[in-house]
């Protein structure tokens, strides 16, 4: 007999914060778009049968964050998504967070929720509960689409992840787990949309359920860091380097001010151009050596690593000042960047340096001594 015994539900939260998945057809003049609902219900009505299949095991609370194309999300939002992360977990008890969110940016957000909330100190985590995020390709209306299938997984992942003390941030697409720091957006149209191309996935979603590899992820531990560290700093510019681009264009962004670092996606393992006309060497030690200016260098391609070790022009690039990235992606690259500036962890090339080559939320291969 089981009378008398109480078994309390997991408490929750289930954020919308925009994307494909909630919109809604639109006719813009002689074409049919997708655009955010003007009714939010629209969307919590449509999740409802999927929350409904938890309901004897999860006490899921349905709330709005925005409901903006994720092409438009900035550093403002994730700060945003952080703060209420961190009242729900500090203030209100819940166990689990569960993210709606559009596929151009998710694995900037996730990147950022991660080292946001695992904080500032390598090694220790101030997050003590499973935060997991998807999207879809199509909206959760559509019939035939991925929104319902990758909803309803969203919550079985968090619940595994109960289940097995995990304390991380994860994005769950298609039958993938991955780490947030680690994932990429690979297809604009394949449901298998997202990947891990540097780092295994942690885990896998089959018929007989989703199952995490705990090697992979961090865990609920007592040894937290002291608090988060929700801060992104401004100036940080990009550039995808082509054969024949000039040096002094990249130059002119560091001497016109403003710029705080620069990021450079190589050709490779982080190999520039060496020679000629062309060659990036001098604005590489000049922005080090004269303006302080950190250069990062990574990788364009996926699942590359910048090791800046197998080739001269990837050498003489470190040797002038450049940073080297590992096997960063570039977006979790372009966000530690921002983050780092943002929260006051570097002050000099040479901290960045160190900062590079350190993990802080599993999103590099640790180097000893940056090398």
């Given at each position: 007999m089981n009378e008398g015994i109480f078994i309390a539900k997991k408490k929750i939260l289930f954020l919308y914060n925009g994307g494909t998945?909630?919109?809604v057809p639109e006719k813009k003049g002689d074409e049919i778009v997708l655009v955010p609902p003007k009714d939010f219900k629209v969307f919590?009505?449509?999740?409802?049968?999927?929350?409904?299949?938890?309901?004897?095991?999860?006490?899921?609370?349905?709330?709005?964050?925005?409901?903006?194309?994720?092409?438009n999300?900035?550093?403002?939002?994730?700060?945003?998504?952080?703060?209420?992360?961190?009242?729900?977990?500090d203030e209100e008890g819940y166990e689990a967070v569960g993210i709606a969110h559009g596929t151009d940016t998710m694995s900037y957000t996730a990147t950022a929720l991660a080292y946001a909330l695992n904080g500032r100190e390598p090694g220790k985590s101030w997050l003590k509960i499973p935060v997991s995020i998807t999207g879809s390709q199509t909206p959760i209306y559509q019939e035939g689409g991925d929104g319902r299938f990758n909803l309803e997984n969203l919550f079985r992942v968090l619940e595994e992840g109960l289940k097995v003390g995990a304390a991380d941030v994860f994005i769950n697409f298609w039958d993938r787990v991955l780490l947030g720091c680690r994932a990429l957006k690979r297809s604009e149209k394949d449901f298998d949309a997202f990947n891990s191309p540097a780092f295994p996935?942690?885990?896998?979603?089959?018929?007989?359920?989703?199952?995490?590899?705990?090697?992979?992820?961090?865990k609920k531990s007592p040894s937290t860091g002291a608090s988060i560290a929700p801060k992104f700093g401004r100036g940080v510019v990009s550039f995808e380097l082509a054969p024949g681009i000039e040096p002094s264009l990249l130059l002119g962004f560091i001497t016109g001010g403003g710029v705080s670092a620069m990021i450079l996606k190589s050709l490779g393992e982080g190999n520039v151009c060496n020679e000629g006309e062309f060659s990036l060497i001098p604005t590489i030690k000049q922005a080090a050596s004269e303006y302080m200016t950190p250069l990062f260098i990574t990788t364009k391609f996926t699942g590359g690593n910048a090791m800046s070790m197998h080739y001269e022009t990837g050498f003489e690039a470190v040797k002038a000042g450049a940073i080297p990235c590992y096997d960063h992606t570039d977006v979790a690259v372009d966000v530690k960047v921002r983050w780092l500036i943002g929260n006051g962890i570097c002050s000099t090339i040479e901290d960045f340096r160190k900062a590079m080559a350190t993990s802080y939320a599993g999103e590099v291969t640790e180097q000893a001594n940056g090398k």
């Open positions: 998945i909630g919109q919590e009505d449509a999740c409802r049968p999927v929350l409904e299949k938890f309901v004897g095991r999860l006490d899921i609370k349905f709330e709005i964050v925005t409901a903006k194309d994720s092409t999300m900035t550093p403002n939002d994730w700060e945003k998504l952080i703060f209420r992360i961190k009242k729900a977990q996935n942690v885990g896998v979603i089959d018929a007989s359920g989703v199952h995490l590899n705990m090697a992979l992820i961090k």
